[in-house]
């Protein structure tokens, strides 16, 4: 059974500072890693999609990596600011159906 | 500006109640998907439908949850009886996905927040 963990639970920088996100999952035969954001309240919103074939990415100021041979991704983002506080959530897609296992999600908060 | 809708958007109830929770997808998309979010377990995949088959709910207590498409604009999530445990937030999300379940992104409702007393 896939499982993802999400390091740390929750972050807290000042802003303008650039910071990695991490993500790590136990079964490496994945098909996809997306990468969601949620705000309190809301329901989440998708951020990057990286499939197996691709290594990274990149919108904006964000960027999401995928190393399947160490069970890791990483988002990060450059340059933070107050509106990127928020819990960043990842999925990994695995299985026959690509069944989707979610992270707990990382807790960030971005002070001005 | 297409979005998932999700009636209704609260709800309380007493355990033992029926409770059903219903979903507009994007209109065209052709996937639809269930999740339960709890502050302890996260969030969870319960089911998913492609062009309104259920293809998976594995993820689903069968002896108290049903999920249906009865058309492509209504997804329905039922719990009969329902339990203090199944308070949480339900989302539904839709998507496009031409063979696999996530060559493509999925959009999020707003979800239901359910409280069973």
């Known amino acids: 059974k896939q499982e993802v963990t999400q390091i740390p639970a929750a972050l807290s920088v000042p802003e303008g500072e650039n910071l990695v996100l991490n993500c790590s999952f136990t079964d490496s035969a994945i098909y996809n890693l997306q990468w969601f954001r949620q705000d309190p309240g809301k329901g989440l919103t998708s951020l990057l999609l990286?499939?197996?074939?691709?290594r990274e990415q990149t919108s904006g100021r964000l960027n999401a990596s995928l190393d399947k041979s160490s069970g890791r991704s990483t988002l990060y983002i450059a340059a933070s600011q107050p509106g990127d506080s928020a819990t960043y959530l990842c999925?990994?897609?695995?299985?026959?159906?690509?069944?989707?296992?979610f992270g707990i999600g990382t807790k960030l908060q971005v002070i001005p | 500006d297409a979005r998932v809708t999700q009636t209704p958007r609260h709800k309380v109830t007493e355990m033992g109640q029926e409770v059903t929770m219903r979903c507009q997808p994007i209109?065209?998309?052709?996937?639809v998907f269930w999740y339960r979010q709890t502050m302890m377990q996260g969030l969870e995949l319960l089911a998913y439908?492609?062009?309104?088959?259920?293809?998976?709910d594995s993820g689903m207590p069968k002896d108290r949850f049903s999920a249906e498409m009865p058309d492509a604009t209504l997804a329905t999530l039922k719990i009969q009886p329902s339990e203090p445990r199944d308070s949480a937030v339900y989302f539904c999300?839709?998507?496009?996905?031409?063979?696999?379940?996530?060559?493509?992104?999925?959009?999020f409702g707003p979800g239901t927040r359910l409280t069973v007393l």
């Open positions: 439908f492609r062009n309104r088959a259920p293809l998976d």
């Open positions: 999925a990994s897609y695995s299985g026959g159906y690509q069944k989707v296992t």
């Open positions: 999300a839709s998507g496009l996905t031409p063979y696999r379940v996530t060559t493509d992104t999925q959009y």
């Open positions: 209109l065209g998309h052709n996937t």
């Open positions: 990286i499939q197996s074939s691709q």
